[in-house]
């Protein structure tokens, strides 16, 4: 299928940052938020990246004006039926994604493709809310998009092989390299990364050592870029717990169970640079 026109569903960190790659890799692009003020807000966090683009001279001034063109923002679902593919990155929950894909499915022709942008639900349960699960995938970009260049595209046993393909060319079309992955909950990164940063957490919980030692052992003795502890504070506490126990509810498996620790760190506001406090400080409230 040949893609012209994207919508995107959520104008947040990931969906502004999907919205702009698709721009800038000459896509017409619509981005979905369910208020006015999101949708100004998205858009005005979206022209903030590609100003700063060109500044680093990463991107022409007219390169951005031209990507600033193929961009529009609409508080209805309805205004993305004409759109040739559609990737969802809003709220992680199940039930609010399978709502909206029931709703778009009534309201886009037959060949559009569904995908989701989810890092850890399993995108088989969303596709089966529909009547297409053949043309729906997942497809999980890393924050930052526009600088993160993997993207782990996900085939259910429902999914065409037509549909994964052209999913795949899409993701290449960004100047993405994909992987793929089967449609397990955290895929291939979050499966591996986040029993990482639990265990890490425990290790502080435990004694092993100091919050700067545990970090400074994987920076320097695995050459890591950034430790585990200081890795969850920028990755967002609150959405490390959210994830691990979408996780542990999937798999029934120690490892990805949250430890007490994280848990108390969430309900006591401390989710990390975002809220001014993780197991680090960042001052004022990022």
Same mark, same amino acid.
């Given at each position: 299928? =040949?893609?012209? %026109?994207?919508?995107?569903?959520?104008?947040?960190?990931?969906? %502004?940052?999907? #919205?702009?790659? $698709?721009?800038?890799?000459?896509?017409? !692009?619509?981005?979905?938020?369910?208020?006015?003020?999101?949708?100004?807000?998205?858009?005005?966090?979206?022209?903030?990246?590609?100003?700063?683009?060109?500044?680093?001279?990463?991107?022409?001034?007219?390169?951005?004006?031209? #990507?600033? #063109?193929?961009?529009?923002?609409?508080?209805?679902?309805?205004?993305?039926?004409? $759109?040739?593919?559609?990737?969802?990155?809003?709220?992680?929950?199940?039930?609010?994604?399978?709502? @909206? /894909?029931?709703?778009?499915?009534?309201? $886009?022709?037959?060949? !559009?493709? /569904?995908?989701? =942008?989810?890092?850890?639900? @399993?995108?088989?349960?969303?596709?089966?809310?529909?009547?297409?699960?053949?043309?729906?995938?997942?497809?999980?970009?890393?924050?930052?998009?526009?600088?993160?260049? *993997?993207?782990?595209?996900?085939? @259910?046993?429902?999914?065409?092989?037509?549909?994964?393909?052209?999913?795949?060319?899409?993701?290449?079309?960004?100047?993405?390299?994909?992987?793929?992955?089967?449609? =397990?909950?955290g895929f291939i990164v979050n499966r591996l990364l986040v029993p990482y940063l *639990?265990?890490?957490?425990?290790?502080?919980?435990?004694?092993?050592?100091?919050r700067e030692d545990i970090d400074r052992g994987m920076e320097l003795g695995c050459?890591?870029?950034?430790?585990?502890?200081?890795?969850?504070?920028?990755?967002?506490?609150?959405?490390?717990?959210?994830?691990?126990?979408?996780?542990?509810d999937e798999y029934r498996e120690k490892r990805f169970a949250p430890p007490p620790?994280?848990?108390?760190?969430?309900?006591?506001?401390?989710?990390?640079?975002?809220?001014?406090?993780?197991?680090?400080?960042?001052?004022?409230? #990022?």
């Amino acid at each position: 299928m =040949n893609i012209r %026109s994207v919508g995107v569903l959520g104008a947040g960190l990931m969906g %502004s940052g999907i #919205a702009e790659v $698709c721009a800038k890799a000459g896509y017409e !692009t619509r981005v979905r938020e369910v208020s006015e003020e999101l949708a100004a807000k998205g858009l005005a966090r979206l022209e903030g990246s590609l100003a700063r683009a060109v500044e680093k001279k990463k991107l022409a001034p007219e390169e951005r004006e031209r #990507a600033r #063109a193929r961009l529009s923002a609409t508080t209805q679902l309805s205004d993305l039926a004409g $759109c040739d593919l559609i990737v969802e990155a809003i709220v992680e929950d199940l039930d609010v994604k399978k709502q @909206t /894909f029931r709703e778009l499915d009534s309201l $886009c022709k037959p060949e !559009t493709i /569904f995908c989701s =942008n989810t890092s850890s639900l @399993t995108i088989t349960e969303m596709a089966a809310a529909t009547g297409r699960p053949d043309r729906f995938a997942g497809l999980h970009f890393f924050n930052p998009v526009p600088v993160m260049k *993997l993207v782990e595209v996900v085939r @259910t046993i429902a999914t065409s092989e037509e549909t994964e393909k052209t999913v795949l060319e899409f993701a290449k079309s960004l100047g993405k390299e994909p992987i793929r992955a089967q449609d =397990n909950s955290g895929f291939i990164v979050n499966r591996l990364l986040v029993p990482y940063l *639990l265990d890490a957490v425990r290790a502080l919980e435990e004694g092993v050592g100091t919050r700067e030692d545990i970090d400074r052992g994987m920076e320097l003795g695995c050459g890591h870029p950034m430790g585990p502890l200081k890795l969850l504070d920028f990755v967002g506490l609150d959405t490390t717990y959210a994830i691990a126990e979408i996780m542990y509810d999937e798999y029934r498996e120690k490892r990805f169970a949250p430890p007490p620790l994280l848990k108390r760190m969430v309900l006591a506001g401390r989710y990390g640079k975002k809220s001014g406090r993780g197991f680090y400080e960042y001052g004022e409230s #990022a």
